[in-house]
């Protein structure tokens, strides 16, 4: 729910791994917040409350562990564990332990910011007279909260470098591991 509380106080340790933030607030975090702020501990947390099951079916809804089907016999398959770990759970809710192509990633974001659907992907032109309806991935009340959670990053949080005078900007950033 977008109105609960994560504590993000401390890094999280598992096993070996010790999950940190970037720009840490060492402190309770609603969702919100979290994206704001990027914490990779309460992203972590969300997604062990959310459960493997169901990242990795949303995930798949919005066409990230699938082949893209775009027209290219080099487009690869997206790479992802096998053995889905909770330490697996933890990581891929902030981006690392999944590899998708730049085209997946950009048609995700789509549908959860476009009413809720995900459209198939093409390079060729579209020939029906009709408009492509798409698969409905999320709610459309989902995706307006995740339009603007995005517009968030980009007024109060990581993403003001972003802002555009007059127009409604929403985004993530990152923080990879360089």
């Known amino acids: 729910?977008?109105?609960?509380?994560?504590?993000?106080?401390?890094?999280?340790?598992?096993?070996?791994?010790?999950i940190d933030d970037y720009h840490g607030q060492n402190r309770l975090l609603t969702v919100p917040e979290i994206l704001i702020h990027s914490s990779n501990i309460g992203t972590a947390k969300m997604a062990m409350d959310v459960g493997a099951k169901k990242q990795k079916y949303y995930l798949d809804q919005l066409g990230l562990l699938q082949n893209?089907?775009?027209?290219?016999?080099?487009?690869?398959?997206?790479?992802?564990?096998?053995?889905?770990?909770?330490?697996?759970?933890?990581?891929?809710s902030y981006g690392y332990g999944v590899s998708v192509s730049p085209l997946q990633l950009a048609n995700a974001v789509a549908s959860l910011v476009n009413g809720g659907r995900r459209m198939s992907v093409s390079l060729l032109k579209h020939q029906s007279k009709e408009p492509p309806v798409g698969v409905r991935v999320i709610s459309e009340?989902?995706?307006?909260?995740?339009?603007?959670?995005?517009?968030?990053v980009v007024t109060n949080g990581t993403g003001r470098n972003a802002a555009v005078p007059g127009y409604q900007i929403g985004g993530k950033t990152g923080t990879a591991e360089k």
């Open 1 to 18: 729910d977008i109105g609960d509380q994560y504590d993000a106080s401390k890094p999280i340790t598992i096993s070996q791994f010790v």
């Open 68 to 92: 893209s089907g775009v027209e290219l016999a080099e487009v690869g398959q997206p790479q992802y564990p096998n053995r889905w770990s909770d330490i697996s759970t933890m990581t891929i």
């Open 141 to 152: 009340k989902t995706s307006k909260q995740m339009r603007d959670l995005m517009h968030l």
